[in-house]
C-alpha cells in the first residue's frame, strides 16, 4: 500500500467520522425543536393544564395576581404535595369552587388555614384583588403548589401555538439546522477531492 493509499483512507475515515457527527449534530438539535414545540402546543390556551411529570404548566388568564404574577406569565405548579405542608403565603393552584360546566382553575394566595369544620380548608386572595375570595378551598380541591412563575411567556406559547408562529419557532429553524449541516458535509467532501486531486498531480 503506499503512503498515498494511505492517506487517502485517513482521509476517507476522518470524512466519515466528521459527517456522522455532523447529522448526530444536526438530528439532536431538530429532536430538541421538536420537543420544545410539542411542549409548547400542549400548554393550553385556556384553563385546562396539561401534566409534565409532577408539574403543571398553564397560562395566567387574569391579572388577580399582578403584580407578581401579570396577565400572560406561565405558573409552573407542583402537583402532589402534601396539603399540610401548605402555609400562609403560599400561591397554591386549585379546582374554582362554586363553578358549574367545565371544570376551572384558580391560582391564588393563601391568607388562612382552618381546621373549623375537621377538615383542612384554605381562605385565598388575588394579590391585585381588595377583598379575599367569597370561598374556602377544601384540601382536596388544590392541584398543587406554584414552584415558578414567568412574566409573559403565555404570550409566546400562544404565538407558537399559531401555524405561523410555529413555523417560525420550530420549522423554519429546524430546516436551517439540515441546511447548514449539509453545507459542512458538501464543504468537506469538496475539500478531500481538492485534497486528492492536489496528491494525484
Same mark, same amino acid.
Given at each position: 500500500?503506499?503512503?498515498?493509499?494511505?492517506?487517502?483512507?485517513?482521509?476517507?475515515?476522518?470524512?466519515?467520522?466528521?459527517?456522522?457527527?455532523?447529522?448526530?449534530?444536526?438530528?439532536?438539535?431538530?429532536?430538541?425543536?421538536?420537543?420544545?414545540? !410539542?411542549?409548547?402546543?400542549?400548554?393550553?390556551?385556556?384553563?385546562?393544564?396539561?401534566?409534565?411529570?409532577?408539574?403543571?404548566?398553564?397560562?395566567?388568564? =387574569?391579572?388577580?395576581?399582578?403584580?407578581?404574577?401579570?396577565?400572560?406569565?406561565?405558573? !409552573?405548579?407542583?402537583?402532589?404535595?402534601?396539603?399540610?405542608?401548605?402555609?400562609?403565603?403560599?400561591?397554591?393552584?386549585?379546582?374554582?369552587?362554586?363553578?358549574?360546566?367545565?371544570? =376551572?382553575?384558580?391560582?391564588?394566595?393563601?391568607?388562612?388555614?382552618?381546621?373549623?369544620?375537621?377538615?383542612?380548608?384554605? =381562605?385565598?386572595?388575588?394579590?391585585?384583588?381588595?377583598?379575599?375570595?367569597?370561598?374556602?378551598?377544601?384540601?382536596?380541591?388544590?392541584?398543587?403548589?406554584?414552584?415558578?412563575?414567568?412574566?409573559?411567556?403565555?404570550?409566546?406559547?400562544?404565538?407558537?401555538? =399559531?401555524?405561523?408562529?410555529?413555523?417560525?419557532?420550530?420549522?423554519?429553524?429546524?430546516?436551517?439546522?439540515?441546511?447548514?449541516?449539509?453545507?459542512?458535509?458538501?464543504?468537506?467532501?469538496?475539500?478531500?477531492?481538492?485534497?486528492?486531486?492536489?496528491?494525484?498531480?
Amino acid at each position: 500500500m503506499t503512503a498515498m493509499t494511505e492517506a487517502t483512507e485517513r482521509t476517507g475515515v476522518r470524512m466519515i467520522k466528521k459527517t456522522a457527527v455532523y447529522l448526530a449534530t444536526g438530528l439532536a438539535l431538530i429532536l430538541l425543536a421538536g420537543f420544545l414545540g !410539542l411542549f409548547l402546543l400542549s400548554v393550553p390556551m385556556a384553563d385546562s393544564i396539561p401534566v409534565v411529570g409532577d408539574y403543571e404548566p398553564m397560562i395566567v388568564q =387574569s391579572g388577580s395576581m399582578e403584580p407578581s404574577i401579570p396577565v400572560g406569565g406561565v405558573v !409552573l405548579v407542583r402537583k402532589g404535595i402534601d396539603p399540610g405542608d401548605i402555609t400562609e403565603g403560599d400561591v397554591i393552584t386549585f379546582r374554582t369552587p362554586e363553578q358549574t360546566g367545565e371544570p =376551572s382553575y384558580t391560582t391564588h394566595r393563601v391568607t388562612e388555614l382552618s381546621y373549623e369544620t375537621g377538615d383542612l380548608t384554605f =381562605s385565598t386572595k388575588g394579590d391585585a384583588n381588595e377583598e379575599p375570595d367569597s370561598w374556602t378551598v377544601p384540601a382536596a380541591s388544590v392541584i398543587g403548589r406554584e414552584v415558578l412563575s414567568v412574566p409573559y411567556l403565555g404570550y409566546f406559547v400562544r404565538h407558537v401555538q =399559531s401555524p405561523y408562529g410555529f413555523m417560525l419557532v420550530v420549522v423554519v429553524p429546524a430546516l436551517l439546522v439540515i441546511t447548514l449541516e449539509l453545507r459542512k458535509i458538501y464543504l468537506d467532501i469538496r475539500e478531500r477531492d481538492l485534497e486528492e486531486a492536489d496528491a494525484c498531480e
